[in-house]
């Protein structure tokens, strides 16, 4: 058994994270989540990678996103190949697919510096009567010309970062892209690209509302952005609205 990504000194040692973004035949959603929580996740755990957490994307109902981390790229291969290899997903797998139009748009990540990823988080509920989570999650993506660390992410921390905190966002985790060449081919991710993902905790759907409208109308926000394009930024930051799923481990 591959060793697991364990929690140390209150955060999972997710060195390696994968962002999942799955476009789903309309009405199944519901489907693929109920058996995601059911079977995938303990199952996925057990053979060595963390099951970050899983939402519905509130912008798109054909949407289901969702994260997983690694304690390394070496764990993640051989955890990946444990699992897809597997009894669970052999015995499922076909009834997971069927509600699936496209799962390879996925974002193979690293915490931009220790302790920037997600916090180990309350224990996952144990089953879906927990139900969906009272807040909401965004994520911010943003493309760039050039790994972040090369001028990005020191201008999102000296001047997006506090204006998203201005405007009421509790910052959760900061990502960037993994370099490292994709030892798992059967899983394709989106190479040749460069991303700084952020996410954002809101307790409420006004918050997380009101939050967004604020940036766009923020002559700030919008400077600052502008400013980053000679870091490498490409566009303005794509936007993911998210709810955890019941037995998400992260909720908001």
Same mark, same amino acid.
């Given at each position: 058994?591959?060793?697991?990504?364990?929690?140390?000194?209150?955060?999972?040692?997710?060195?390696?994270?994968?962002?999942?973004?799955?476009?789903?035949?309309?009405?199944?959603?519901?489907?693929?989540?109920?058996?995601?929580?059911?079977?995938?996740?303990?199952?996925?755990?057990?053979?060595?990678?963390?099951?970050?957490?899983?939402?519905?994307?509130?912008?798109?109902?054909?949407?289901?996103?969702?994260? #997983?981390?690694? !304690? +390394?790229? *070496?764990? %993640?291969?051989?955890?990946?190949? /444990?699992?897809?290899?597997? &009894?669970?997903?052999?015995?499922?797998?076909?009834?997971?697919?069927?509600?699936?139009?496209?799962?390879?748009?996925?974002?193979?990540?690293?915490?931009?510096?220790?302790?920037?990823?997600?916090?180990?988080?309350?224990?996952?509920?144990?089953?879906?009567?927990?139900?969906?989570?009272?807040?909401?999650?965004?994520?911010?993506?943003?493309?760039?010309?050039?790994?972040?660390?090369?001028?990005?992410?020191?201008?999102?921390?000296?001047?997006?970062?506090?204006?998203?905190? #201005?405007?009421? !966002? +509790?910052? *959760?985790? %900061?990502?960037?892209?993994?370099? /490292?060449?994709?030892?798992? &081919?059967?899983?394709?991710?989106?190479?040749?690209?460069?991303?700084?993902?952020?996410?954002?905790?809101?307790?409420?759907?006004?918050?997380?509302?009101?939050?967004?409208?604020?940036?766009?109308?923020?002559?700030?926000?919008?400077?600052?952005?502008?400013?980053?394009?000679?870091?490498?930024?490409?566009?303005?930051?794509?936007?993911?609205?998210?709810?955890?799923?019941?037995?998400?481990?992260?909720?908001?």
């Amino acid at each position: 058994m591959t060793a697991p990504s364990v929690a140390v000194a209150g955060h999972w040692d997710d060195a390696v994270v994968e962002l999942r973004q799955y476009t789903l035949h309309p009405g199944t959603r519901d489907t693929l989540v109920g058996l995601f929580e059911r079977e995938f996740v303990e199952s996925q755990e057990a053979v060595g990678m963390h099951v970050i957490g899983q939402f519905h994307d509130l912008d798109r109902a054909d949407r289901f996103v969702w994260l #997983r981390g690694f !304690a +390394s790229m *070496r764990v %993640r291969e051989r955890a990946l190949g /444990a699992f897809y290899g597997g &009894p669970v997903w052999q015995r499922h797998r076909d009834a997971a697919n069927a509600t699936m139009i496209d799962s390879d748009d996925v974002l193979l990540l690293r915490p931009v510096a220790a302790g920037s990823g997600f916090a180990a988080a309350d224990p996952r509920p144990a089953d879906t009567g927990a139900g969906m989570a009272d807040g909401s999650l965004v994520a911010g993506i943003c493309r760039l010309a050039r790994p972040a660390d090369q001028g990005f992410a020191a201008v999102f921390e000296a001047r997006l970062a506090p204006l998203l905190a #201005r405007h009421g !966002a +509790s910052l *959760r985790a %900061r990502y960037m892209t993994e370099a /490292a060449i994709n030892t798992f &081919p059967r899983l394709p991710v989106r190479e040749g690209e460069q991303a700084f993902v952020w996410f954002a905790g809101f307790a409420s759907d006004a918050a997380r509302i009101g939050h967004l409208d604020a940036l766009a109308r923020d002559r700030q926000w919008r400077a600052a952005l502008d400013d980053a394009r000679a870091t490498g930024l490409l566009a303005p930051p794509d936007w993911l609205q998210l709810r955890a799923t019941p037995r998400s481990e992260q909720r908001r």
